[in-house]
């Protein structure tokens, strides 16, 4: 961290600062990764399952980026053998 940055933190921790949290921004929340969403890209990778991330986010109208989040962390899945699979098997997936 630069000293300009921990003299700003100090200054901040003077005026009566007690965490070290981000505050809250202004701008529009996110709502690419929403719960529609999620099940939208579900559905969409049961109907489908050899579809690329950028055919998923095509067919659902989001960003590539937002696609592939949702699919490691939301839905945790991977890539085997060009299908996309839950990322822990059952003994009988195996």
Known sequence: ???TQCHEWLR???DGRMSIGED???GRPATSTNDEHV???RAAI???GRLT???VADEVGI???S???IFTEKIPMRRVSAKCVPRLLTDDQK
């Open 24 to 26: 809250p921004r202004h």
């Open 63 to 65: 960003s590539i980026r």
């Open 12 to 14: 901040r921790f003077k």
């Open 1 to 3: 961290m630069s000293r």
């Open 39 to 41: 099940e939208t890209v």
């Open 53 to 55: 991330v950028r055919g």
């Open 67 to 69: 696609c592939h989040e």
């Open 46 to 48: 049961r109907r489908n």
